[in-house]
């Protein structure tokens, strides 16, 4: 789409997006794409610089290079740091690029606002264009940054991430408990919530109340999703309903996982899955179990809702404070709590189609894509006035 000569000028600088050697999370591109019909959006990616052979290792392998690419219309272009071993000194040298940085805005144009989506690196690079230029900045603060933010009190790190909080324009959260932990240090947040296409909305023609219940997880197959949880509690039920548990993602737990379940008809590993099959994988459930932990939202949790499922996810992370404990959503703080939580969405056919309803129209109501962009527009043009 071409784009207004007058629409403002907005820098994304995002190290979390999918390179032309990695594949990663989409969201912060989709959400560049959706306001790129009222702002002119460019991405400046930190890319982390590592000397032979150090950069034989797959972390780095996955980094882009020096070229810039586009997608979908939208430049991207990398922008080369150091970054050291650690946290507590992994931003050390993130001030001597104040000048790169000044020269990167002269070469391609001072932006109006900047959205960093981490705070570090991207909130400090952000914090040095502001210093330079006086350019409003926003920063979404995500998991990844929880972890620094654990650091000792006069170690680099934490001063790094502290001096780039304060001086921002608006800090972003995408739930409450990050809400709550800035909080507690003396910054102040608003919880954004990602969204699910309007399309994307299926609600099931009739509630289920039958003697079998199918059960879908979808997820990288890594320790921290706690999918052997989920696998568990399948193979312990010793209930009277027929359980049939759907496995869908790949991940270096695939085998282990496969191994736990053999013996168990009802457990199916579908591998990874094409995003388009979600949906349909989606519809077909009546439960989504998913107690992964260190999450900054979980956008699955929100298209399982949109398909009518009730789900169980985990306390403090994710999309905790989006949706009513207890009342839309379940939350579990263990193992233990898991199974329990799991077993009476399989027992009690009322309760589970009732939080899967009023999941449903939550999401709808609330989480559609057009909602959250009306309300990242709103964001720019306040923090630009």
Known sequence: ??????????????????????????????????????????????????????????????????????????????????????????????????????????????PQLVHAHYALPDGYFAYQIHKAFHVPYIISFRDADIKLLKQPDNCDTLTRMKLALS???????????????????????????????????????????SVSVSITTISELIPRKHVDWVIEAVKNYIGNKNVTLIIAGDGAMRNELETCAKGFDNIIF?????????????????????????ETFGLVYLEAAAHQNAVVATKDTGIWGVFEDKEEMLFCDSQESFNKLLYRLIEDDDYRNSLAEKAYHKAKENYTWDMVINRYSEIYKNCME
């Open 167 to 209: 001086n921002a324009k608006q800090i972003i959260v995408h739930n409450t408990a990050h809400k709550e932990i800035l909080s507690k240090i003396g910054i102040d947040s608003i919880v954004m919530p990602h969204g699910v296409e309007r399309t994307f909305f299926q609600q099931k023609q009739s509630i289920n109340s």
């Open 270 to 294: 579908l591998g990874k899955i094409e995003h388009n099959r979600i949906g349909d994988l989606l519809s077909q459930s009546d439960v989504f179990a998913l107690p992964s932990v260190n």
């Open 1 to 110: 789409m071409q784009k207004e000569a007058s629409n403002p000028k907005v820098l994304f600088v995002a190290s979390n997006i999918p390179t032309p050697k990695r594949q990663s999370n989409k969201v912060v591109m989709t959400i560049a794409h959706k306001l790129s019909n009222q702002f002119d959006i460019s991405v400046l990616h930190p890319a982390e610089f590592a000397p032979f052979p150090i950069n034989l290792m797959k972390k780095y392998k996955n980094i882009a290079n020096g070229q810039s690419w586009e997608d979908d219309g939208i430049i991207v272009r990398p922008f080369k740091y150091i970054r050291l071993f650690g946290k507590k000194d992994a931003f050390r040298f993130l001030p001597y690029w104040q000048k790169r940085i000044e020269a990167y805005c002269k070469q391609f144009g001072i």
